[in-house]
Every structure is written in C-alpha cells, then in structure tokens.
C-alpha cells in the first residue's frame, strides 16, 4: 500500500509539472504581445486572429489526443504531445516573420490538447472515486500557479532582446517535462482502482475493453456527460470573461494602476487578479477535499450539492464587486475579490470532474474528458466577443454583470441536472464493473 501511494505521488508531481509549464505556455503571448506588436509591427488584430486560431487547434485536437490516451500507453502519448511538441514552442522564438511566428504558434496549440485527457484518465486508475477529487484539484493548483509564475518569469524577458528566449525557455521546459513523465509517470491497469477490480484486471486483461470510434459517440449518450456539458458552458464563460476584461474594468472603471504596485495610492489591477488567481487555484485544491468528503457522507448527491452550493455562493458576491466595486476602498476591494475567488473554484474538482470519471467506463475517460472540453471551450469561447458586444451598447460595468453573476446562474440551475442523472448513471457503471469481475474472474479459471 505505501509502495502504491508512493507511485501515485510520483505520477502526482510529474503530471502537475506538465500542467505548470502548459499554464505558462498558455500565458506566453498575452505578456510578449507588446514586444512582438513593436518589432514586427502588426496591429492587435493580428494578434487576436492568431491566438483564437491556436485555440481552436488547441480544442479541436483534445479528442484526438483523448482517443490515442484510450487506445495506446498514456505515458507515451504524453511524452510526445508534451514532450516532444516542446520543440515547435521553440521555433515559435526562432521565427524571423509574423508570417512564421503565426503559423509555429498555431501548430504548437496542437499540443496543449494532450495533457489533460490523459491526465484525467491517470488519476482515475491511480486514485479511487472517494479520493479523485483532491487528485484533480492538487494538479489545478499546480497550473493556476503556473499562471502566476509564467506571468512573473515572461516579464523578465518581455524585452526587445530577450523575448526570444520566453519562447525557447518555455519549449525547453516542455521538453524536460516530457522527459520526467516519462520517467515518473506509473502507468496503472485500467479500470485497478475500480473496487470490484482491484486486485483482479491485470494488463493482459486490458485488451478485452479497448475502445473504438464508436465508443467515443456512445460516451456522448450519458446523461451524466450533457449534465457537465451544460454546467461546464455556463460556469466556465464568466472564467473567459474575466481573463479578458477584468483587469481593464479595473484600470478604465474603477481607476486602478495597470501597474504591479502595493504602495500605489489608486491600487493596482494585476495584483488583484493576481489575488483572484491565487484564491481559484486554492479553492480548485479545497474544492476537490470538500467533493471527496462530500462523497463518503452522501455518494449519490454530496457532490452535487457543495458544486451547486459554491455556483450560487458566487453569484451574490460578484454582483456585489462588480456593482458596488468602484465606491469600495481598494483593501476592501482585494480582500472581496480574493474570499469570492475562494468560494468559487468547487464546482470542477469537487464535483463535476469526479462524477464524469465516475460515469464512464476505465477505457474511455480520456476520450470523455476531451468531448466535453471540445463541446465546453468551443461554445463559451463565444462569451468574450458578446461581453465585449455588450460594453459598447451598454457599457463595461452592466456588460459584466451580464456576462458574469447571470451565466453563474443558469450553472446553478442546470447542476440541479446531476440530482437526477448522476445516480442512475453510476450504478450502470457499478454493475458494468461487477460483470466484468464475474468475467476476469472465470476468464482466469479457465
């Protein structure tokens, strides 16, 4: 048993190292944006195009990776996605032209979308349905850090001279990351952590329960997933909308510096989302102990409860920021920002995610996690373009406070959802689990 955690810890550290440096990668071209705007002298526009297009080759290549992850060693699919893909983040600094800079950056979006499926199918079968949601919080943790620290460390480089190196830092990084999952990373059997498995599926057992094409539809036919979906939609817009407009309601809105200031008497935008960050990726971790002891108290509805618990929580407290925020002190202010951040991150770690791994067969929560996030990130990356639709009619602060409280509460609704869907879901896959022992069992007498 301690050997087993021990592995688990391992395949832990390792996969929270690859989410960091990708959160990083993530953040690359919002800090190096001036830089690049200034020496190859293209418009914002430019810009813009270039990242939505590496979005979309991001969102669209996870069910690609999520099906190689189900059919093949996820530890090898990592290595190369991850890994290996390092290497295009590096040309994206050697690049002379936009031209090339736009076209390397759009293919090393191609890779971003490999480590989460595999890493949600992993610590499935690393970790047991009452303990995966400190799992999955600890490695949110790990990449909503990495945010910060990408930030910080790409400042240091956003120069004339040295942006260069950003880029082939952060490929390098990518590089070696690759290299320590594949030396970390303990591949388990799938389906091992599964109580009516364990002990029993071995990995030559593992080839009876390959998954298909078809299989990757089928997943799309579990209540439980469109239950996600629509919590997902609806809860992760206000997340896009900040990330684009929050500092700068800040800065034009309330009057805060754009500069990173403790001392400055307006206060300072970047580390009040700074703060805001720091509070989600606590609240990911904490969300992810609260679902696991919520499980173990109530396995057909605590998870559903603290989720929707912390959806409608947040709904009350950024209304009361973004309407009453500008006549509030700028402690006040930060101190608002950072509880409601605390309060907020419950809903992925703590309760969706660990019911969809809890929903769907060993063999298919790669390719479950990459449909979802397909369906989730192509439709909320709408929600930017109509926030920002919404300022120009109507102004900043009004277009906030549809974009961000109201969303939030049509998430809480639809949890409602799980109440219904969930339960019946997961004793299919109880059952299906107890027929596959029935199974392996005679299958290793004969």
Not at 341 to 367: D, F, H, I, N, Y
Request: charged share 15%; aromatic share 10%; proline share 4%.
């Amino acid at each position: 048993m301690k050997g087993e955690h021990k592995k688990s810890g391992r395949t832990l550290f390792a996969l929270g190292l690859g989410n960091l440096v990708d959160s990083g990668e993530s953040q690359s071209m919002g800090v190096l944006t001036p830089i690049i705007v200034q020496i190859f002298g293209v418009n914002l526009a430019s810009i813009g195009l270039m990242e939505t297009l590496r979005s979309i080759t991001q969102t669209v290549s996870a069910p690609f990776w999520g099906y190689a992850s189900d059919k093949w060693s996820r530890k090898k699919v990592l290595f190369f996605g991850t890994g290996i893909w390092g290497i295009w983040t590096i040309l994206v600094g050697l690049m002379p032209s936009f031209t090339g800079l736009m076209i390397i950056r759009i293919i090393s979006g191609l890779g971003l979308g490999c480590l989460m499926p595999a890493t949600f199918s992993l610590l499935g079968d690393h970790f047991s349905q009452d303990k995966r949601g400190r799992a999955l919080g600890m490695i949110s943790l790990i990449g909503l850090l990495g945010t910060v620290i990408g930030v910080i460390a790409l400042g240091f480089v956003a120069t004339v001279d040295l942006w260069k190196w950003g880029f082939i830092g952060l490929g390098i990084a990518s590089i070696l990351t690759g290299f320590v999952i594949l030396l970390f990373v303990e591949e388990p059997t799938r389906g091992s952590s599964e109580p009516e498995l364990k002990g029993i599926i071995t990995k030559a057992d593992e080839t009876r329960y390959k998954i298909n094409v078809k299989d990757m539809i089928d997943t799309l036919k579990i209540p439980t997933i469109w239950a996600a979906i629509i919590q997902g939609v609806t809860g992760s817009m206000p997340w896009v909308v900040m990330g684009v407009f929050l500092i700068n309601w800040m800065v034009t809105e309330i009057g805060f510096s754009n500069s990173i200031s403790l001392n400055d008497p307006k206060g300072s935008a970047p580390i009040v989302f700074a703060f805001v960050v720091i509070g989600a990726a606590i609240s990911n971790f904490v969300g992810g102990i609260i679902g696991d002891y919520a499980e173990k108290k109530n396995a057909k509805y605590g998870r559903t409860i603290i989720g929707q618990f912390s959806v409608f929580v947040g709904v009350p407290l950024m209304f009361v920021l973004i309407k009453y925020g500008p006549q509030m002190s700028f402690g006040l202010f930060l101190g608002w920002a950072f509880m409601t951040a605390l309060l907020v991150g419950w809903p992925g770690t703590g309760a969706k995610q660990p019911m969809m791994q809890a929903v769907v067969p060993p063999e298919r929560r790669s390719s479950a996690y990459s449909m979802v996030n397909l369906i989730e990130g192509g439709l909320s990356a709408f929600s930017s373009m109509i926030a920002g639709a919404l300022a120009v009619k109507i102004g900043l602060t009004n277009a906030l406070l549809w974009t961000i409280p109201f969303p939030w509460i049509i998430c809480g609704i639809g949890f409602t959802l799980f109440y219904f869907t969930y339960p019946k879901d997961a004793a299919k896959i109880r059952t299906q689990m107890a027929e596959r022992r029935e199974e392996l069992i005679k299958a290793h007498q004969a």
